[in-house]
């Protein structure tokens, strides 16, 4: 059932979800593992965030850089998009949310790509609710393609050109980028779209951040005064 939106919760929030190979470390299981209870952790963050208003969800989930980790561990990613990705998405899809998968995919497994394009088009219909999922992604590859798109096109190079080309056109810029894990940094993360967002990190890895944690985030969210460059009498 969705909630009614609590005052100060984000619009836009995005999550960088660090750790889940740590969290599995310290508890002497394999990284695969980390990832298996990082992915169950995404499902559940995602339906208390649409539940408490939030319209729009970004989560990072594999970079371009993590594409260079090693293949036993890349595999066991690919199994879990494989084996419970469209699962998990068509539960969370089934609130009304259309997916949206960002990033670089061409340079995923083909069936990889194919289960990605099913859950898209089975969400394509769905408005004012979305979900993107960052996979093999990289801000500052997309910022170039986009400014090229722009030049391709022969327009000028403007910022409203260059975000009517970004994998997040359409969308509000998030207005809270959370990261756990400890880590205090963006990790080419959403560079453009994030340059007024609130940052907000937790000391705790993803696969152990709650719900309550989110509430915290948003909370502190709330507290925070966002001035655009203004100042308060501005405002």
């Known amino acids: 059932m969705k909630m009614e939106k ?3 919760v984000p ?10 190979g740590r969290w599995a470390k310290a508890r002497l ?5 980390g990832h298996q209870h990082g992915l169950s952790r995404m499902m559940g963050l995602l339906e208390h965030a649409y539940d408490v208003g939030v319209e729009y969800v970004t ?19 690919y199994d879990l998009v494989r084996n419970r990705f469209l699962e998990g998405i068509r539960k969370i899809c089934s609130k009304g949310v259309r997916l949206r998968v960002i990033g670089e995919t061409e340079l995923l497994p083909q069936d990889i790509q194919e ?3 099913k859950a898209e088009e ?6 004012g609710r979305e979900v993107n999922v960052a996979l093999a992604y990289g801000s500052r590859a997309e910022i170039v393609r986009a400014a090229k798109d722009v030049l391709a096109a022969g327009e000028e190079l403007t910022e409203e050109a260059i975000a009517r080309r970004l994998y997040t056109r359409g969308q509000p810029d998030p207005d809270l980028i959370i990261r756990t894990g400890k880590e205090k940094r963006l990790s080419n993360f959403l560079l453009y779209q994030g340059a007024y967002a609130e940052l907000y990190f937790s000391d705790k890895m993803f696969p152990e ?15 925070r005064t966002r001035r655009f460059g203004k100042t308060d009498e501005q405002l």
Not at 11 to 20: C, E, F, K, S, T
Not at 29 to 33: A, D, G, L, Q, Y
């Open 59 to 77: 989560v990072y989930a594999l970079s371009t850089e993590n594409l260079n980790r090693p293949k036993e561990e890349l595999n066991g990613l």
């Open 122 to 127: 089975e969400t394509a219909h769905f408005v």
């Open 6 to 8: 609590k005052i100060g």
């Open 115 to 117: 289960i990605i394009r």
């Open 11 to 20: 619009r836009h929030v995005a999550i960088i979800m660090d750790g889940n």
């Open 29 to 33: 299981m394999p990284r695969s593992m």
């Open 209 to 223: 951040f709650s719900d309550a944690d989110l509430d915290e985030a948003f909370a502190e969210y709330a507290r």
